[in-house]
């Protein structure tokens, strides 16, 4: 694939002078919609992701073209001018990277030429725009010579994301994809940003990735619903006792005082929070003792927390996971991302892994009416250059 892009770029861009980059996506192994409730969180950074090719084109313009989105041909985007354009389309990304890193002193004063391909499934919940951002970040450092740590960098594809495209999301995408780790996934404290590796190197068992196909646009979703939700309970409890997030709760604090919260679904949405980040804790524990039955447990307790409480799963993942713990060789399975469609992952033995891609896969096209498509996917180290 990058002999192609290499080759698409001199043609676009009649310069064979060149860098080539790869930006992981990531999947959330546990520890779902609770990155913004100042809980734990298990992501890893996979190698499935974002390939970019790049090279200065001494000019005040940065021109970017993506091997995903033929159509919309050559972007061109003026340094002078980084404010947001919906007909930008996906360079908004890029260009949103830009202005913040501009923003923070950084300088950046001069064009490029930007070719992407992405072989992660768009709108599906693994971090195709996280990882487009980190890509971009990484480039711009290389290119430029910036002093930018990966945290930073994290933090700034955030920011992206809140202030520039308006998603009021977390901070576990970027933080997953810009240090990942190969064979490990990363702890993150989302309240502190305190982080640690644990590792994951599944020796007999792979990780399934299992996309329904039914796109989830993040922003148009119920995504800053809940998040209200949880703020909402969050506003109640603070009333009678002193915390910043639900997730320093444990479930009997939780169960001892969630009567103060008076909505019945701001209740449900809370206590899947608290519960849910005690799974995460209960998971890291699992996966030191090499006790992969426990771990599997736990996902498939956080699917079911996510569909019943927290209501973000729908028919689609809910059949792929239903089916998926039916199959020999399982050992949990659960939703990934935001939900409402996206992707589901499912911890399987190696030996099982073809007969259930096949099964699941059939079960889900004769309930849904459509295909599902699957993924075995590998750890994979952060953003990197590719020599």
């Known amino acids: 694939m990058i002999n192609e892009m290499l080759l698409k770029f001199q043609e676009i861009f009649e310069t064979n002078n060149a860098k080539v980059f790869f930006s992981p996506g990531r999947v959330n192994?546990?520890?779902?919609?609770?990155?913004?409730n100042g809980g734990l969180v298990?992501?890893?950074?996979?190698s499935l992701g974002t390939y970019g090719v790049v090279a200065f084109n001494d000019t005040n313009t940065i021109r970017a073209y993506s091997l995903n989105f033929e159509a919309l041909g050559l972007i061109k985007i003026s340094l002078a001018d980084l404010t947001y354009?919906?007909?930008?389309n996906w360079t908004n990304y890029v260009k949103g990277v830009v202005k913040f890193m501009k923003e923070a002193g950084h300088e950046i004063n001069s064009g490029f030429d930007l070719l992407v391909y992405g072989n992660l499934p768009n709108g599906a919940g693994l971090s195709s725009s996280a990882s487009l951002e980190m890509l971009t970040g990484k480039t711009l450092i290389d290119l430029f010579n910036l002093n930018i740590s990966k945290v930073e960098l994290a933090l700034l594809g955030k920011r992206v994301e809140n202030e520039f495209l308006g998603v009021n999301s977390g901070i576990m995408d970027q933080f997953a994809i810009s240090l990942g780790k190969k064979d490990n996934a990363t702890?993150?404290?989302?309240?502190?940003?305190?982080?640690?590796?644990?590792p994951?190197?599944?020796?007999n068992e792979s990780i399934v990735i299992m996309n329904t196909n039914k796109r989830r646009e993040l922003a148009d979703s119920k995504y800053n619903e809940r998040r209200a939700e949880c703020e909402a309970a969050l506003e109640q409890i603070k009333t009678i006792k002193n915390i910043n997030a639900l997730c320093e709760l444990s479930t009997k604090d939780f169960n001892e005082i969630s009567s103060v919260i008076n909505n019945p679904i701001e209740r449900k949405r809370a206590y899947h929070a608290v519960t849910e980040n005690e799974r995460v804790k209960s998971a890291i524990e699992a996966l030191n003792n090499d006790d992969l039955i426990t771990?599997?447990?736990?996902m498939t307790g956080s699917h079911t927390s996510l569909r019943d409480d927290y209501e973000?799963?729908?028919i689609e993942l809910d059949t792929l996971v239903s089916s998926a713990l039916k199959q020999p060789g399982v050992l949990g399975a659960r939703m990934t991302g935001a939900g409402f469609g996206g992707c589901a992952i499912a911890l399987v033995e190696n030996p099982h892994v073809e007969e259930f891609i096949q099964k699941v896969g059939a079960e889900y096209?004769?309930?849904?009416?459509?295909?599902?498509s699957f993924y075995i996917a590998s750890t994979s180290d952060g953003p990197k250059k590719i020599n």
């Open 365 to 372: 096209k004769a309930a849904i009416g459509y295909e599902a």
């Open 187 to 198: 702890l993150l404290d989302c309240n502190t940003l305190d982080y640690k590796y644990a």
């Open 295 to 298: 771990f599997g447990q736990l």
């Open 29 to 36: 192994l546990i520890g779902e919609h609770i990155d913004y």
């Open 85 to 88: 354009k919906k007909e930008d």
């Open 42 to 46: 298990f992501p890893c950074a996979i």
């Open 200 to 203: 994951v190197n599944f020796k």
């Open 312 to 314: 973000v799963t729908g």
